[in-house]
């Protein structure tokens, strides 16, 4: 009798196993946005030194504009690389400033001004600015707001 109770609860349980698995797998898919045509985890824009998430801008017209660094191979100089991009993700422009080397530029943000970027960035433990055009051609010289 005992042998007859434990096969009737090995197979009640078997049975709960098997629909408690098959109930799960009825879920409809969370990630089906995944499968839709034209869409892709990521667009490589290129490699950067920030540790952090790098800064993002938007203007008016859905522009995004973002920074990166740049490292020269011959001069082992490092400089900052802006590009922009439409609404599709598709480059509108890209710029390395070359005119202005940095030394070690950490927590860089990026703001969108009138017809153009602000950049601020430390670099050397002192907070720099620098103006760029709607182009992002610098517009003059980084300006240090900080000392020591």
Not at 121 to 136: A, C, H, K, P
Request: aromatic share 8%; net charge negative.
């Amino acid at each position: 009798m005992k042998t007859k109770i434990n096969r009737g609860l090995i197979i009640i349980l078997g049975l709960l196993i098997v629909l408690l698995s098959t109930a799960c797998s009825a879920a409809p898919d969370e990630h089906i946005w995944l499968k839709s045509p034209g869409w892709s985890r990521a667009l490589f824009l290129g490699t950067t030194a920030f540790s952090d998430s790098l800064p993002l801008a938007l203007d008016e017209d859905g522009s995004v504009y973002t920074l990166m660094t740049e490292k020269d191979e011959l001069s082992g100089e490092t400089y900052f690389r802006v590009l922009a991009l439409d609404r599709a993700a598709d480059m509108l422009w890209e710029r390395t400033l070359s005119d202005h080397p940095l030394q070690q530029p950490d927590n860089p943000k990026l703001i969108t001004v009138d017809r153009g970027l602000q950049l601020f960035w430390i670099d050397g433990e002192q907070l720099y600015t620098l103006l760029l055009q709607s182009d992002g051609s610098a517009q003059g010289d980084p300006v240090l707001l900080s000392e020591d």
